[in-house]
Nanobody, 120 residues
Framework: VQLEESGGGLVQPGDSLTLSCKSYLHVSGSDAMGWFRQTPGKEREFLAAVRWASGDTWYEQAVKGRFTISREIAKNIGFLQMNRLKPEDTAVYYC??????????????WGQGTLVTVSS
């Protein structure tokens, strides 16, 4: 395992949840860590990314203001804080590292995903 997500689970609508992504490889300063999600029958969807060294971030418009990406460089861990969760946020969430941006092809290393279920 080179990237490992954790923190998924069952939450109620309106709850908050923070996902973690531990990289067991050194993350280069020029690389980015991204978060994506996928539901059955749909393509993997970009959510947010952070440039490892600079901390520059970018977000998919649909989650901007509700999701926050961050990282702890010394521990090689990235985070995705998700607020005001909705049932439509139910998905498998993946973290990945690569050159950055919103395109999945820019990311070469992927975790196995963590399931987030938002339901009352």
């Amino acid at each position: 395992v080179q990237l490992e997500e954790s923190g998924g689970g069952l939450v109620q609508p309106g709850d908050s949840l923070t996902l973690s992504c531990k990289s067991y490889l050194h993350v280069s300063g020029s690389d980015a860590m991204g978060w994506f999600r996928q539901t059955p029958g749909k393509e993997r969807e970009f959510l947010a990314a952070v440039r490892w060294a600079s901390g520059d971030t970018w977000y998919e418009q649909a989650v901007k203001g509700r999701f926050t990406i961050s990282r702890e460089i010394a521990k090689n861990i990235g985070f995705l804080q998700m607020n005001r969760l909705k049932p439509e946020d139910t998905a498998v969430y993946y973290c990945a590292t690569g050159s950055g941006g919103s395109t999945i092809w820019n990311y070469g290393l992927w975790g196995q995903g963590t399931l987030v279920t938002v339901s009352s």
